[in-house]
């Protein structure tokens, strides 16, 4: 049984290239996936444009770490980025994996 954890973040775009600095500069960090999403919802303060959209642009991380990486990375996060329009979650990882070697 896997002891990774996923770490979500959900953020604003004009954060993506403090949050992309801040996660390669741990060397611990062996990667991540981030791509541009739409929030839909209540969630945070919107601008009238994204009221009328029923949207907004936001980017999303997606990072794969052990509980003790894990705890670091997010009190790291807090600490650089004490805002809440920063949302995350932390799902368990049940399995992951190469399909094959090389």
């Known amino acids: 049984m896997s002891s990774d954890y996923l770490l979500r973040l959900n953020i604003p775009p004009g954060l993506e290239e403090d949050i992309v600095d801040l996660l390669l500069a741990d060397p611990e960090i062996r990667g991540y996936q981030s791509y541009p999403i739409r929030g839909h919802g209540r969630v945070g303060a919107m601008s009238i444009a994204e009221q009328v959209a029923g949207r907004r642009d936001r980017i999303q991380f997606e990072i794969v770490l052990d509980s003790g990486l894990l705890e670091q ?5 807090k600490e650089a980025f004490p805002t ?19």
């Open 73 to 77: 990375t997010l009190q790291k996060l």
């Open 84 to 102: 809440p329009d920063v949302i995350y979650w932390v799902l368990p990882v049940v399995q992951s994996g190469r399909l094959g070697s090389g």
